[in-house]
């Protein structure tokens, strides 16, 4: 299947800003002017210069060109996106090495989480991610048992978890992020390349199917000199605004 045009389009402009071909401040072409480069119409433009101001890369004002608004790319919580898509997006290589795939019993937070009795099963993943050959964040996911047993069949540092998942039939509908900060414990230290007790920063995940079923309960912890979180709000309607008809 080929790339969408918006996301082509996002990526050279993300390569062009990466690579400082643009400095903090200055102006993109204008849309029409991208329509040219890209040759394609408003829409994928549009979209492409939406996906960089939720990276945190420009700053968008109506009836004016995208502004550069840092070197920083930035995780966005408005979606999800997968670590491996995410990295491919920002120009860089995503890599694996998995350290322990084991089923056991559940323990706490996952149990909690997932719904489950302290006798049930799950399967664990400890994972090391990189970015460009660098560690970058360590991840603990539990699955519930008849999701996380589809993983035997799969080369975990092969790709993405979460896309061989859904190529089986797994539905991420829905997702809870928790976002603190930890120190570092040895396990951490050890595979982040880091001193025991420097600050990570941490997400944790619960994901729901489509019936409304957790499935999921990650514990990611990265490095915040390699990765930052951005979250997009939008203004809703006051409910106590009155509609007039």
Partial sequence: MSEPRYELVARELRLQILGREYSVGDSLPS??????QFGVSRGPVRQALAMLKNEGLVVLSRGKPAVVRSFDVTQTLDTFTPFTQWARLTGRDAGSKTLEVARRRVTEPARAALGIGADDFVVE?????????????????AYIESVGSLLFDFD??????????????????????VMDAVSANDVDADNLAIDAGSPLLRERRTSWNDKGEPFEFADDRYRPDRVAFSIVNARTIDPRESVHS
């Fill in 31 to 36: 849309e029409s002017a991208l329509c040219t």
């Fill in 125 to 141: 993943i400890l994972r090391l991610r990189l970015l460009d050959g660098e560690p970058t964040m360590l991840e603990r996911t």
């Fill in 156 to 177: 975990t540092d092969s790709g993405s978890i979460t896309d061989f998942l859904t190529s089986r039939g797994v539905r991420f509908e829905s997702m809870r992020h």
